[in-house]
């Protein structure tokens, strides 16, 4: 049984690019969760999805950054025309759908360096 | 707002020290509290406390929950140089149909030979 499972693990893009990094989750988990980790700190709350559903996304940044987990195939944080404070580590964690006291599993990450 | 505040933000000690890591929270609808251990990569986890008083025991690790007081430690006895990482202290809740995992900080604990 695969974990969750990022990639890139590693993305590098100019000021300007997309960035697009992909989540798929543990098998027979339908919840998506994407944290941003900035060196030295902890994990900050970026948007809860479930299938084909955004359920909270109070940690999105208004602009440039969206989010989406369809029907077949993994989450994907899409982050539009990069800026140098977007680099960060983008962590995805998911958890089962009737697990309501919330143990996460989380990936290994995807490191985004905007130069 | 919800939070969720760690201390201390670091802590070096030696082997064989016990460390007790401190995590207080405010988080709507509060369900549950998770402790997860970060290396250098994916934060793996380590106890999940819905409970107040009982104590979680794994190891040389123990946790327990105090939800009048809104706390909950994280006991080490006995460190490692193994036990080196960043743990991160997470409080679940959020509005009905929903589960927010909101994270400290964390605590960066070394332990040196």
């Known amino acids: 049984n695969a974990g969750v499972m990022q990639n890139p693990r590693h993305l590098v893009r100019r000021r300007g690019q997309e960035a697009r990094l992909r989540c798929s989750p543990m098998k027979g988990h339908s919840h998506v969760y994407w944290y941003r980790q900035l060196p030295e700190e902890g994990l900050k709350f970026m948007v809860y999805?479930?299938?084909?559903?955004?359920?909270?996304e109070s940690g999105m940044p208004k602009e440039r950054f969206s989010a989406e987990f369809p029907k077949e195939g993994p989450s994907i944080l899409r982050i539009q025309q990069v800026v140098r404070g977007d680099s960060a580590a983008y962590f995805c964690?998911?958890?089962?759908?009737?697990?309501?006291?919330?143990?996460?599993?989380f990936g290994e990450g995807s490191r985004l360096t905007v130069l | 707002e919800d939070k969720v505040v760690q201390s201390p933000l670091s802590l070096v000690v030696h082997e064989g020290d016990t460390v007790t890591l401190n995590c207080s929270y405010e988080?709507?609808?509060?369900?549950?509290l998770l402790w997860y251990k970060q290396e250098k990569k994916a934060p793996t986890f380590l106890f999940m406390l819905t409970s107040s008083g009982i104590e979680k025991k794994s190891g040389r690790l123990s946790s327990i929950l105090d939800k009048k007081e809104l706390f909950s430690i994280l006991n080490i006895t006995a460190t490692q140089t193994g036990d080196s990482a960043v743990y991160l202290c997470g409080a679940l809740g959020g509005v009905i149909g929903t589960d927010k995992l909101i994270f400290g900080t964390g605590t960066r604990l070394q332990v040196f030979p």
């Open positions: 988080v709507t609808n509060f369900r549950s």
């Open positions: 999805l479930q299938k084909e559903n955004i359920i909270d």
């Open positions: 964690a998911s958890s089962r759908l009737q697990k309501r006291t919330g143990e996460l599993f």
